[in-house]
């Protein structure tokens, strides 16, 4: 038999096919449209479509549960035959899972019959069209325009042969512009995830890159140093991502990040960050919106596929300057003695009196600077978080509460976690884009920060 199977086709014929113990099906239906340009130019622009199946085989053993796990791409009924045995075989070859526990029977959810939803190019329209708009303004000011817009739609199905039949359609969209002066001497990038691209201000993106290159016409040079810096939103999201990344409860217990307490165990219940700090993630956080059980390709610290189904909650990472919670899994869970608390696929950071944008905190800088993204960052010492990485499109020194001009760039060296310690001010907490993480992470709200003693550790030539 040949032709691609539908979705739920995928999952109900793999879990009636399978011979093993249990089983579990994950099939992603893609749909994503996409613009590029350069030079002030659109370059190319596509449409894609796209099916995968994840197929995860249990064996019961007399020593414990094995798993199998195996993923394939637009597969018919005939391959997905064979990937089901490949998958039993695998789990069969294999020894005891760590992560094993009984596979969630969540249950059918409404909607399960429904078909993937779909985006087209369409979506993207009136953003392409504000960007011609833009091409032509820039030209006209002697500036160059480089980017790319993207919007996708995932239709999630997952079924268990313990019951669960889920279904989840996640919109993702984001835009990134880069505009440089006529002679590449300076640069500036703004980002801005969407779920659906109505909220995307093309012209007001413009401007503020205008705006930018405008404050970049006068450079300095400054040496490496401590300085007071603000971190806009998009910037605080470069930095906690990674903080987020690394909650796995069990590499804690295990003594192998910053959450290990000395001696052993977790720093669950310690006092973690300034009081008023708070690091929430929310399937249903407004705008934020993402699955709400948990799916799960592989299994790793931070999640297993014994897992799939399972529902998600909110959940305070730190409530309130306290590490309140690290990430689990039921097994990961039972290992350390947390609650169950699976990651979710969003986080947002917020500070209790926070108020106003990045430009009210610049208005009451006297001396600082505004460092707007980060770019190649890199952990450094587990154990503190330590992180490296370096500037990039846009450091600016602030006086007298204005942004008097453009310095070049650094390498720094901060952790995310001291930073929670350090803060002096801080904003109101809006959606934020990073520029390092955001094609993979893009669901984040933070608020803009002030730093008094930022650690810029070397000068960078990158530009």
């Known amino acids: 038999m040949s032709g691609v ?107 399960w019959d429904s078909p993937p939803e779909s985006t087209s190019i369409a979506v993207l329209g009136s953003a392409a069209d504000a960007l011609g708009e833009a091409f032509v ?36 969209g984001h835009i990134g512009i880069t505009a440089k002066t006529a002679d590449l001497g300076a640069s500036a990038w703004v980002g801005q995830a969407t779920r659906d691209y109505r909220d995307v201000d093309v012209a007001a993106l413009d401007a503020e890159l205008r705006r930018r290159l405008g404050w970049a016409a006068r450079k300095l040079d400054l040496p490496p140093g401590r300085y007071e810096t603000l971190l806009p939103p998009t910037t605080v999201a470069d930095l906690l991502i990674y903080a987020y990344w690394e909650m796995a409860a069990r590499d804690a217990h295990e003594g192998r990040t910053v959450y290990a307490k000395p001696g052993a165990g977790t720093r669950v219940g310690e006092d973690f960050s300034d009081p008023g700090v708070t690091l929430l993630s929310d399937p249903a956080y407004p705008g934020l919106q993402c699955a709400p059980f948990e799916v799960a390709h592989a299994s790793s610290g931070y999640s297993s596929v014994f897992d799939n189904g399972l529902p998600l909650a909110a959940t305070d990472w730190i409530r309130n300057g306290r590490l309140s919670s690290l990430i689990t899994t039921r097994a990961s869970a039972a290992l350390t003695g947390l609650p169950v608390a699976p990651a979710v696929d969003n986080v947002v950071l917020e500070i209790a ?65 001291g930073l929670l310690r350090r803060i002096s001010e801080a904003g109101s907490t809006v959606p934020a884009f990073s520029r390092e993480w955001g094609d993979h992470f893009p669901r984040t709200a933070m608020p803009a920060l002030r730093i008094p003693d930022f650690n810029m550790s070397t000068v960078s030539p990158a530009s």
């Open 5 to 111: 199977l539908a979705a739920q086709g995928v999952v109900e014929r793999a879990l009636a096919g399978s011979t093993a113990d249990g089983c579990v099906v994950i099939a992603d239906a893609t749909s994503s449209a996409n613009v590029r340009w350069a030079g002030n130019t659109l370059t190319t622009n596509g449409v894609m479509t796209g099916q995968a199946v994840t197929v995860v085989a249990t064996v019961d053993g007399a020593s414990g549960t094995a798993a199998g796990v195996l993923g394939r791409s637009a597969v018919d009924a005939d391959a997905l035959a064979g990937l089901v045995r490949a998958a039993e075989q695998a789990a069969r070859d294999a020894g005891p899972a760590e992560d094993a526990q009984p596979l969630v029977d969540a249950g059918a959810m409404a909607g």
């Open 137 to 172: 303004a820039a030209r006209a000011q002697g500036r160059l325009l480089y980017g790319y817009a993207e919007h996708e739609v995932r239709t999630t199905y997952v079924g268990t042969s313990a019951g669960t039949r889920l279904r989840h359609v996640q919109p993702t």
């Open 353 to 417: 009196g926070g108020a106003g944008s990045v430009d009210d905190l610049v208005a009451r800088t006297e001396r600082g600077l505004l460092l707007t993204c980060l770019w190649y960052i890199r952990e450094v010492d587990p154990a503190t978080l330590l992180l490296t990485g370096l500037t990039r499109d846009g450091v600016y020194l602030v006086e007298g509460g204005e942004v008097v001009g453009a310095v070049n760039n650094f390498r720094f060296n901060e952790s995310p976690v």
